[in-house]
């Protein structure tokens, strides 16, 4: 359950070696070793986040779970949620990809679509049910800025950005009425290892920062945050800038 | 209302669930039979802080609707009362027979059932008991479906009382009342100026009266920290009132003047408004012996505002209530000093000392200081809290399940060492867990 004071017992994380993710259900920790059921493709790397968050006390679950087979999604969440109620939910899989590749290659274009968009709605339909059975919790999406306004230099991903934005943000009022919060979070660029090689934009963050923006989300019932906060403002005066001068700004 | 988003008194972790009137034993048995997956569990005013009345996917039996006072015996103090009567309610009947309730908490508006689950106490507990003491028996609804009238030769009343309704429903109760001769109190009220003197004072000649409680100021810092107000009363006789209340001694004497609307924002209460209330409460009651005083003025003054727990705004509060033995009265002043540090305003704090428990696994008073603090939600109050659990734990003491809503299963199991034994006669009443409830779930307290 989640308390009072908005410490939840258990984490799902869809994407279970993502950073960010990984960040958040570790910030969450620090108050209070939780259960942590962590959904991923068995790698090496998901052996040491759960090692990492067993020294933290968490008792750690692992859900074998791969974003391009939408057709088992429904399954994987039925047996994320086999050990008991999950409070809090992230659905923190996605791709960067190559943007010159994405809209020259269909294949590349397709896979970006698919587990950005297609398999985001899959988990987000199976999640919405779960919880609302549960009667509450709370399910946090990570969008992109780069959904906001779609730039030439990474067009693909903002456009299953902008796709899965816009159904996280319906599905905040469609699971209001049965007690369920949905958070959306559009970070800017943060350092990671999705972002390694690249040059950083203005407003550029952490993993661990995010985190924070998302704890104190979920701790307030907040429906969509920004990481960082100013971008909320850059973007709503980026989104209304004209298109010849839009595409000559350096973002 | 199906699909209905409840929670409790301090405005907090809101969950949806099915909720289900109940105005009779068909009502009752039906819903027990239509129980899903996710359990049941009764309800009455909602005066819970947390989470005991919630259940999150399941069903909230709502208990109001049985409201039923069967019968009052002014002889013996007798009467026979449906759960979901109130104590408000049951006090405006008994009073003209010369009847009043031992028990009372901080409010008049919980119910019968809410009381025996919570096994509730009050500033009398020095010499009463708590609620269950007084109950002579029950008649409980088990998951099944059948009734069982249960007597304190039972262990399952025992598990019942102070057990937050997961052994099952009660649906009626004989009580056993206290006769008066009036509706008022004589109070002697003392002003002192720091806590250490407020405990020592507090420490000698409770037992001369009926009621006592001391509250004090969390605010203000340096040699008159936890400066306050030891309050101590009898009940009135006859010969005591003044001519012009000697006409209806026994008249109900509780006005509401008003009810808070739900407008304000969150941070209403602040250190500087923190410190103001404080000031006014602490001068608004200087030392004077002997003083007559009706219900609302001694047990309830926060009952004059209705609604009153809207005044923290929509972030919710909570109160943090815990007991220590009386040799660690110490714990009392480290955790004033602690919140202090942390920054957190507390405005009305409430110190009791409490007389022997009851044989009730889960009950909450033993012998020992009891401290109430309410604190509004905001940053840094889970870490402080879970400090302060430490505090209390390594002392020996224990939290209130009825003000609980934030703390570990673990702090449950140190604080209750007989939580097992409660268990097992629980699980032999509902062997397939069919009474569960979010603080249930939250702190693991069935299987």
């Not at chain 1, 943060?190 to 090689?197: F, I, K, P, Y």
């Not at chain 2, 509706?183 to 020592?200: C, G, H, K, P, S």
Request: proline share 6%; charged share 20%.
């Amino acid at each position: 359950m989640i308390d009072a004071v908005g410490n939840p017992q258990s984490v799902l994380l869809m994407g279970g070696t993502s950073e960010i993710g990984l960040a958040v259900v570790e910030a969450f920790a620090t108050d209070r070793p939780l259960r942590v059921v962590l959904a991923a493709r068995a790698s090496e790397r998901l052996d040491v986040a759960k090692v990492r968050l067993e020294k933290l006390g968490c008792a750690v679950e692992t859900v074998e779970f791969d974003a391009r087979a939408v057709e088992t999604h429904s399954d994987v969440v039925r047996s994320a949620f086999a050990h008991g109620d999950i409070d809090v939910a992230l659905v923190a899989f996605g791709l960067l990809g190559d943007n010159e590749q994405a809209w020259t290659d269909v294949d590349a274009a397709v896979e970006l679509a698919q587990v950005n968009y297609t398999a985001a709605v899959a988990v987000g339909v199976a999640l919405g049910k779960k919880l609302s059975e549960q009667g509450f919790g709370s399910l946090v999406a990570f969008s992109s800025v780069a959904g906001e306004r779609a730039r030439r230099s990474n067009f693909v991903y903002g456009s299953t950005k902008a796709g899965m934005d816009a159904f996280y943000s319906g599905l905040t009022e469609a699971l209001r009425p049965e007690g369920v919060h949905v958070t959306v979070v559009r970070p800017g660029f943060v350092h990671t290892r999705m972002t390694e090689g690249l040059k950083p934009a203005p407003l550029s963050t952490t993993p661990e920062a995010v985190a924070a923006i998302v704890v104190d989300a979920v701790r307030n019932r907040r429906e969509l945050v920004w990481a960082p906060g100013p971008l909320r403002f850059v973007m709503s005066a980026l989104r209304h800038v004209p298109r010849p001068l839009f595409r000559r700004l350096p973002v | 209302m199906p699909n209905t988003s409840l929670r409790g008194w301090g405005r907090t972790a809101p969950t949806r669930a099915n909720v289900v009137p109940v105005r009779s034993a068909a009502d009752l048995t039906g819903a027990l039979a239509a129980a899903g997956p996710r359990g049941v569990i009764a309800r009455g005013l909602g005066r819970s802080y947390g989470d005991p009345a919630q259940n999150a996917g399941g069903t909230v039996l709502d208990m109001t609707g049985l409201d039923r006072i069967h019968s009052v015996d002014a002889e013996s103090g007798r009467v026979v009362v449906d759960a979901g009567v109130s104590l408000d309610t049951l006090m405006r009947a008994a009073l003209p027979f010369g009847l009043w309730l031992p028990v009372l908490p901080g409010t008049r508006q919980v119910t019968v059932g809410g009381a025996i689950g919570a096994d509730i106490h009050g500033k009398a507990h020095h010499v009463v008991g708590s609620f269950g003491n007084h109950v002579e028996s029950l008649d409980l609804v088990t998951a099944d479906g059948r009734a069982h009238t249960l007597t304190p030769d039972d262990e399952l009343f025992w598990a019942t009382v102070g057990g937050m309704g997961l052994t099952g429903v009660v649906v009626k109760a004989v009580l056993v009342l206290h006769h008066v001769e009036t509706a008022y109190f004589r109070v002697d009220t003392e002003q002192i100026d720091n806590l250490d003197d407020l405990m020592a004072r507090q420490s000698v000649g409770d037992e001369e009266y009926a009621e006592t409680v001391s509250w004090f100021d969390a605010v203000t810092t340096g040699p008159h920290m936890g400066r306050g107000l030891l309050m101590r009363a009898n009940h009135a006789t006859l010969d005591d009132l003044p001519p012009k209340l000697r006409r209806h001694p026994l008249r109900f004497d509780a006005p509401q003047l008003l009810t808070v609307p739900d407008v304000f924002p969150p941070g209403l209460l602040n250190r500087a408004t923190g410190r103001l209330f404080s000031e006014v409460w602490y001068r608004k009651s200087p030392t004077k012996l002997g003083a007559i005083q009706n219900i609302t003025q001694f047990l309830h003054p926060l009952d004059i505002i209705g609604e009153w727990n809207r005044g923290y705004g929509p972030r919710g509060f909570l109160q943090y209530q815990f007991v220590v033995p009386l040799e660690r009265g110490d714990v009392v002043r480290s955790v004033l000093e602690e919140m202090v540090r942390a920054k957190q305003v507390s405005a009305l704090n409430v110190l009791k000392r409490f007389g022997e428990g009851n044989r009730a696994p889960l009950s909450f008073p033993k012998p020992g200081w009891t401290l109430c603090v309410d604190i509004p939600v905001g940053g840094g109050l889970g870490p402080l809290c879970d400090a302060l659990d430490e505090l209390v734990l390594d002392a020996g003491g224990r939290h209130y399940l009825a003000k609980e809503s934030r703390t570990t299963p673990e702090a449950i199991r140190r604080g209750y060492p007989r939580l097992d034994e409660w268990r097992k006669v629980r699980d032999a009443a509902d062997p397939t867990g069919v009474f569960t409830s979010d603080m249930s779930r939250r702190l693991e307290l069935t299987s």
